[in-house]
């Protein structure tokens, strides 16, 4: 029997037990990167986190049980704006950046379609992108024309905010409070200043799709619609989990909810809705301005992207995480320390019960990391298992050994020259050319370890 799983939901503001709708076909959705340049770390957080609880919930109810949607965005006013500066279509730019965002990721130990979908059935693991999807955004918005939760007005088509009475449940705005609070706004063409915009007309040079409504101008869809579109394409009008960061809420995820459930008429849109904390670096917010802005590519060049990982996953998802140097120093010991305990140990077949029931606890990774590290003290194929659940020590510490001399570009043959070399002058006792040979070695990057058994091994730095 498997613990419950128990998850915080924004919607409630409650850790309540998860339900799905349907066990046998668990779904979730979370919101992915805007591909007009490389992403940044912070982006890596949702995508580590929710990777994490779509193996959880893989490991609950059955590989074949659970669809995980992450969606790409593809189209909005940055990467217009880049692909015009660059003289290429969207479709190039967001092309070549998706392909380096998947590349860094596959990196950080993220289960990737290749990783998941088998050759036949319904997939697991789905990315959807914006543009793909213009069809559906049309019958979503022309849908809520039609329930009378949208109207057209100068090109634009646009809720209709104050016809949701309920609008503001997730993010905990009054909608009255909203309305008073709300700037007068600039757009003559919206009857409410909170209205938002389902769909655009194109200015000269931007790209356009044929319009909704009967409009004649061609336009563009608004950032909010292609969520609700892309989610009920893969997963349908209404589905379990729903996930992104903090700051999403709102207008985003609110906007969702209602363009959802008013062209439905469901009484919700997703059941539970998480979202991860911030992330800032060294005590300070990221940004380009203060110089702090750092990308998952340039983390990746310093640092393995398992190391990386375990630094994100040691803070629980809903607190802010500062990223810091020292913490990833930390992390790597734990890992040096856990590769060092799990040997050649193969995992057992079942996922240790402590880590398994912190990870119920609404993702509680520090508590699961620190049940790795007690099994690292007492039980290597034990905490193999655990950390595999995890998506951690995916090797053997002989493979990961290799992997390392592999990357650091030591040659190897040369390595076992300068220690055969040292052994000879060891055993005739010529001690200035056994220190020599160590110097040499060490100016390869290679430390050596003289063990009690009388072997000898050594590692390459880093
Ligand atoms: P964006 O590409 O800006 O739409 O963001 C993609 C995802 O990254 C969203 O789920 C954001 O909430 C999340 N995100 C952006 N910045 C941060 C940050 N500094 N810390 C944590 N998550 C972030
Ligand atoms: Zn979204």
Redesign the pocket.
């Known amino acids: 029997m498997h613990p419950m799983l128990r998850l915080y939901n924004t919607l409630t503001r409650e850790k309540a037990t998860f339900t799905p709708i349907d066990p046998t076909h668990v779904r979730m959705y979370a ?4 591909v007009y340049d490389a992403a940044h770390i ?2 890596a ?2 995508i580590i986190v929710f990777d994490l609880l779509f193996r959880l919930l893989r490991h609950l109810y059955g590989e074949a049980h659970v669809t995980y949607a992450r969606n790409v ?1 593809d189209v909005d006013d940055k990467i217009n704006a880049r692909a015009r500066e660059r003289g290429i279509t969207i479709r190039a730019l967001t092309d070549g950046t998706l392909a380096q965002f998947h590349a860094d990721i596959r990196r950080l130990g993220v289960l990737m379609a290749e990783d998941v979908n088998g050759a036949g059935g319904r997939p697991r693991f789905i990315e959807p992108r914006a543009t793909d999807h213009i069809d559906e955004m049309h019958r979503l918005i022309e849908g809520l024309v039609a329930a009378g939760h949208a109207y057209v007005a100068e090109g634009h088509v646009l809720f209709d905010v104050p016809s949701m009475p309920e609008y503001g449940a997730l993010s905990k705005r009054p909608l009255d409070e909203m309305e008073a609070g709300a700037r007068v706004e600039v757009a003559p063409y919206k009857r409410s200043p909170l209205d938002f915009v389902l769909w655009k007309p194109s200015k000269a040079g931007e790209p356009s799709w044929p319009s909704p409504c009967g409009l004649s101008e061609p336009g563009r869809p608004g950032w909010h619609i292609e969520c609700s579109a892309m989610s009920w394409k893969h997963l349908g009008e209404t589905f379990d989990i729903h996930a ?2 903090i ?2 809420i709102f207008p985003h995820h609110e906007n969702e909810v209602a363009q959802s459930r008013c062209c439905f008429g469901t009484s919700v849109m997703a059941h539970v809705w998480l979202h ?1 904390g ?2 800032q670096v060294e005590g300070e917010k ?1 940004s380009k301005s203060l110089g702090n802005f750092i990308t998952i590519g340039q983390v990746l060049a310093d640092w393995p992207g398992e190391i990386v990982r375990l630094n994100m996953l040691k803070t629980h998802y809903r607190q802010p995480i500062d990223w810091t140097l020292r913490g990833l120093e930390e992390s790597g010991r734990m890992l040096d320390r856990w590769y060092e305990a799990a040997g050649e140990a193969a995992p057992d077949a079942e996922a240790p019960v402590g880590v398994v029931e912190a990870l119920c606890d609404d993702l509680n990774t520090p508590a699961a990391i620190g049940e790795l590290h007690r099994l690292a003290g007492t039980s290597a194929p034990a905490l193999k298992a655990g950390a595999g659940l995890m998506g951690f020590l995916g090797q053997t510490r002989t493979q990961r050994e290799a992997a390392r001399v592999d990357a650091s570009g030591v040659d190897v043959a040369r390595v076992e020259a300068l220690l055969a070399e040292r052994k000879a002058a060891r055993a005739a006792k010529d001690w200035p050319t056994s220190d020599r040979v160590r110097a040499d070695l060490a100016a390869l990057g290679v430390s050596v370890k003289d063990n009690k058994d009388g072997t000898t091994t050594w590692t390459v730095a880093g």
Do not use: K
């Open positions: 919101c992915g990167p805007t912070g982006n957080r949702p965005t992104g960061g700051d999403l991860n911030f992330l990221m």
